[in-house]
């Protein structure tokens, strides 16, 4: 199993030197700020999904292929909360699907293990985005490091990525599990404790009065669905 791979980066050698920096940072801010972010990142994500089917869609059919596009990505978008955790949802069944695939490759009744992978990715909603954006982020910005990493040290990075496989593949899975932990840390702390509010006695004297925040939760906390203050 090749996480880097050398097709991707001998096909994307093409791009220019401004586009894979776009490519890079792209990938640093899904790894860094996935969970963060998360709704911007699916928001445009299923944009971008959709006015791309949109386009390939409407070209053969012969109609106005930009306007389907533009309808279709504008449609989805307005739908891309809702269709968030279908989206966990499928992502969650393709990943059990595909990592039994790699460990039992004569494993049967793999529709039980994508329902039970999407099952488990609605659950664990939070830890399975921030897995998702790390890996998204993880690869981009390796892939695009290694071709922007090219004319700096003359290297052929398809034939060095495909000559150093093993050590690719453990640096990546490193870095994902780093890029987990910092989304954990970075994480905005979402339970707030709500101060009772007491009966002011009579002819009593107004004074200041400060708000009261809940203690800052332990960090393997915050992969836990968030839970409102009674």
């Known amino acids: 199993m090749q996480l880097i ?6 096909e994307a050698r093409g791009l ?11 990938g ?13 990142w699916v928001v445009a994500g299923i944009t971008l ?25 504008v449609a989805a978008g307005m739908m891309a909360l809702e269709l968030a955790k279908v989206v966990a949802f499928v992502a969650g069944g393709i990943g059990a699907w595909l990592a ?10 793999l529709w039980a293990v994508f329902l039970s992978g999407g099952l488990l990715g609605l659950l664990l909603y939070r830890v399975w985005t921030m897995l998702l954006t790390s890996l998204l982020g993880t690869l981009l910005g390796l892939h ?22 093993a050590a ?21 702390d979402e339970v707030k404790q709500e101060k009772p509010e007491i009966p002011k ?21 915050k992969l836990l669905p968030a839970r409102k203050a009674a």
């Open 144 to 165: 695009a490091g290694l071709l922007l990493l090219e004319p700096v040290f003359s290297y052929d990075a398809a034939t060095w990525a495909a000559a150093n496989n």
């Open 168 to 188: 690719l593949n453990g640096l990546t899975v490193g870095v994902i599990i780093l890029g987990i932990l910092l989304q954990v840390v970075a994480s905005p």
């Open 16 to 26: 220019s030197g401004a586009m894979l920096g776009t490519l890079a940072t792209l």
């Open 49 to 73: 999904t959709a006015g791309l089917i949109g386009l390939n869609a409407a070209r053969p059919a012969g109609v106005q292929v930009i306007a389907v596009g533009i309808l279709l990505a």
């Open 100 to 109: 039994v695939q790699w460990v039992l490759p004569q494993a049967q009744e």
């Open 5 to 10: 791979a050398p097709d991707i980066l001998a």
């Open 201 to 221: 006695k009579k002819h009593e004297e107004p004074h200041l009065e400060f708000e009261e925040h809940a203690p800052h939760p332990a960090w393997w906390k």
């Open 28 to 40: 640093v801010a899904l790894w860094l700020f996935g969970w963060r972010w998360h709704r911007f």
